[in-house]
């Protein structure tokens, strides 16, 4: 079992770049095509225009906006000055898209490039949902995408497993030590069966159900046994435990445990509760996408 067909969405920061090699490994490890979306925003946080990227603004670029205007009023026979958002992040998207086509390059594959803009985040789900897999970005104030392109929106709108890579760190892999957080509900089981393809070369799996009381461990675990004896029939030796909750939130318990056991990958169930009543009393999807660690591939 692998993945073919990989989607992975691109922003011009560091973090982006990580996401393209982790996406690209992803691709050569399962012999995948991987495509590119580009998530153009107008805004990016304390950014230098052209200079912090080692770019040079674009041919015509400075004082395009002098002469455009005579008295207020569009000249005759001259074009309006372009805004100097669009010329950036043409220019920015132009960058990125050179980044992805080198990385695919080695592969010989076709490079498969997408363009996407405010407004246009339901375009984005439609083709997401015809991957196998999407690799996405955790939300960071160092680039703010347009309403409707959050990591949640997709997650929850495109009914493909999403990989979400945090905006810190720089793991270069993934899967060889992964926590599946197991609580048996419908959305924790899709997760589970959706990373499969990412479990094949593991040295460890854990699967972890959070308990909110220690009396509570007498009970039967929700179908522990039976998972690590599915995962046993795809070759997978696996490893169950029950922790407390306490007085932490339930996302700070799995957070911890895959510090612990050194897990590059977290797997585990999104929104089992709808987004809104998750924003007014929390949840475990929010938080883990607010303060992920290591990637998280979700599934709804």
Known sequence: MAFRDIL??????EAGAHR???????????????SAAYINSEQVAGAAPYGDLGIAAPAGAAGLAKGSLVAGMPAPQ???????????????????????????????????????AAGEAADLVSLAKTFDLVVYGQSSSDYRAPAGFRPEDIVTACARPTLVVPYAGNGEM????????????????????????????????????????????????PGLDRIVRHLECHGIRAQTEQALQGDLPVSDVLL??????????????????????????????RELLAHMTVPVLMSH
């Open 8 to 13: 992975v969405c691109l922003d011009p920061t």
């Open 20 to 34: 393209l090699r982790l996406a690209a490994a992803i691709a050569r490890e399962h012999q995948a095509h991987l």
């Open 256 to 285: 911890s445990r895959a510090a612990d056991l050194d897990a590059d990958l977290i797997v585990s169930g999104a929104y089992h509760h709808s987004q809104f009543r998750e924003a007014l009393l929390g949840g475990v999807s």
């Open 78 to 116: 001259i074009a309006p000055a372009p805004n100097p958002d669009t010329i950036r992040g043409a220019a920015l998207a132009d960058i990125i898209e050179q980044r992805y086509r080198e990385a695919v390059r080695p592969n010989g594959a076709e490079a498969d490039w997408h363009l996407f």
């Open 174 to 221: 993934i899967g060889r030590r992964v926590l599946i957080a197991w609580d048996g509900t419908r959305e924790a089981t899709r997760a589970l069966h959706d990373a499969l393809p990412l479990l094949g070369k593991a040295e460890a799996v854990t699967v972890v159900t959070v308990r909110a009381r220690e009396a509570s461990f007498e009970r039967d675990p």
